[in-house]
């Protein structure tokens, strides 16, 4: 007992306790890594179970309810109509064709046969077909039907052609004139019955003059002559 407290009345040097120190740091940082060692034995985290993505699939969404059905309308019983009464039309019927007039020629018609009879030009030819012969011969050598074509075509030709050749400026005329054609169809000649306009007297005439060079009418046989026309011509 002496001696324990002998020695622990003997001071401790400063190595001593340094020692001390080393040798408490030591058990301690072995005591400590003995637990974390356990630790890790026994506590050690098993593996991540792998996450499985999960998909989910919505239910589509439903289409909207469709619009009420319209309502029909009934069909109105049908009213009693009353029974059209069939008719029956009166025929129209035709109004007499104007009989064929002859083409009148001023002065007299002489004593031969002529295509055109005496009297007065009034007012322009409105009848049928004109007739190219004399007016009270039920017959003659040219047939009549070609006399009446053939009067028709040069009409038409004559006004055709005295159009083309009158002068822009001349504006809307009344020719009145008688003309000679030969078998071969030229003009011969053309006499002008003046209008009592001098310009448009002229207008005429250099129209006739130039439709004579030109223009070729068809050919015929034994045509009376001359023919008389009244047109109303006009600038083409």
Request: proline letters at 12%.
């Amino acid at each position: 007992m002496s001696a324990l407290a002998e020695s622990s009345l003997t001071p401790v040097t400063p190595r001593q306790w340094l020692l001390r120190v080393v040798i408490v740091i030591v058990v301690i940082a072995l005591m400590v890594g003995l637990a974390l060692w356990l630790q890790s034995m026994l506590g050690a985290p098993t593996a991540a179970k792998r996450q499985v993505a999960k998909i989910s699939i919505l239910p589509d969404t439903p289409p909207p309810p469709p619009p009420p059905p319209k309502e029909e309308k009934r069909p109105e019983p049908p009213k009693d109509e009353p029974k059209q009464v069939m008719r029956e039309a009166p025929v129209k019927q035709d109004a007499p064709k104007p009989a064929n007039e002859p083409i009148k020629m001023e002065g007299q018609a002489g004593d031969g046969p002529s295509a055109f009879s005496a009297g007065t030009v009034t007012s322009e030819y409105k009848g049928g077909a004109p007739v190219v012969g004399a007016a009270s011969s039920a017959g003659s050598g040219i047939d009549r039907a070609q006399e009446r074509f053939y009067a028709n075509a040069v009409r038409q030709l004559l006004h055709d052609e005295i159009e083309k050749n009158l002068r822009p400026e001349a504006g809307e005329l009344v020719a009145t004139f008688s003309v000679w054609i030969e078998p071969d169809g030229s003009i011969r000649r053309f006499e002008l019955t003046p209008t009592g306009d001098a310009a448009r007297d002229t207008d005429l005439r250099s129209a006739f003059d130039q439709t004579t060079r030109r223009l070729r009418l068809p050919t015929h046989n034994g045509l009376q002559q001359p023919m008389r026309f009244k047109l109303s011509v006009r600038p083409a």
